[in-house]
């Protein structure tokens, strides 16, 4: 469900659709709803079909953000030395974003949205975004943020 999500969400990169008016809703609820979102965000002109180069600008942009995903993970994963699934305020200031920034770096509590003292992935990319906002793969992995 959760990799649904996140797709959704990366396809709404496609076509500059973010924000667009959501397409009609069909009479029954549908048993695929991010799938279908996904659909339309592809289908550029809206004609309820997919061209070959919609599909191809889809899935370029999807594999790109997946792509960046995958690397952020990594290094989150790299980051979280003690493997709890959460950056620390000792695994923070290990971050090499944290140490360049050295006096002038944000606190943690400024990206711990949820106020559990750690970083989880999703509040992660938002320091890479914060700290480093020429990074493609942040921006990329943050627009399918899910968590
Ligand atoms: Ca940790
Ligand atoms: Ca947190």
């Known amino acids: ?12 990169l496609v076509a500059g659709s973010v924000g667009a008016q959501a397409p009609a809703a069909p009479a029954a609820p549908s048993p695929t709803p991010q799938a279908d979102a996904a659909f339309a965000r592809m289908d550029a002109n809206r004609d309820g079909t997919l061209s070959r180069d919609e599909f191809r ?3 370029v942009a999807m594999t790109r953000t997946l792509a960046a995903r995958q690397r952020l993970r990594q290094q989150f994963d790299t980051v ?24 002038a770096a944000p606190a943690l509590a400024e990206f711990d949205a949820d106020r559990d003292g750690k970083l989880s992935f999703g509040e992660y990319i ?6 480093a906002p020429r990074n493609d793969a942040a921006a990329d992995a943050a627009a399918g943020n899910d968590d």
Not at 1 to 12: D, G, I, P, Q, V
Request: proline share 0%; aromatic share 6%; net charge neutral.
């Open 1 to 12: 469900m959760k990799a649904l999500t996140f797709l959704a969400a990366s396809l709404a």
């Open 57 to 59: 600008a889809g899935w």
């Open 80 to 103: 979280d030395a003690n493997r709890d699934g959460g950056i620390d305020a000792t695994e923070y200031r290990n971050l090499l974003l944290i140490r360049e920034a050295g006096a």
């Open 126 to 131: 938002e320091v890479v975004r914060k700290l």
